[in-house]
């Protein structure tokens, strides 16, 4: 069974319908919404935080470098660097509707 995909498009419909705007207007919104989490989850910071209510909390954090990982196909030993990974943790209000 696969997984029902919601696109960008989608988030702006609903949107527009919830709050009984424009479709074009509410665009602007949900793009511009879209545009500064992404510029506030690429900052420079090793650790950030944008915590919203109701909802869930977005996470950069740092991973360790992996000096001896190991390619499956050829079991050669490769050097993983150290990178950072993007975490959401839901929030209360979305973790109760998602367990009725």
Do not use: Q, W
Request: overall charge positive; some cysteine.
């Amino acid at each position: 069974m696969t997984a029902k995909t919601y696109t960008k498009k989608d988030v702006v419909r609903r949107t527009a319908e919830t709050c009984d705007t424009k479709l074009f207007e509410t665009a602007k919104v949900v793009d511009g919404v879209f545009k500064v989490l992404r510029g506030m989850l690429s900052e420079p910071d090793p650790k950030i935080r944008i915590e919203i209510r109701n909802f869930g909390v977005f996470e950069v954090k740092p991973t360790k470098a992996k000096p001896k990982a190991r390619n499956p196909r050829t079991n050669e030993e490769v050097y993983v660097p150290a990178r950072r990974k993007t975490h959401f943790k839901p929030g209360r209000l979305l973790k109760d509707t998602m367990k009725s």
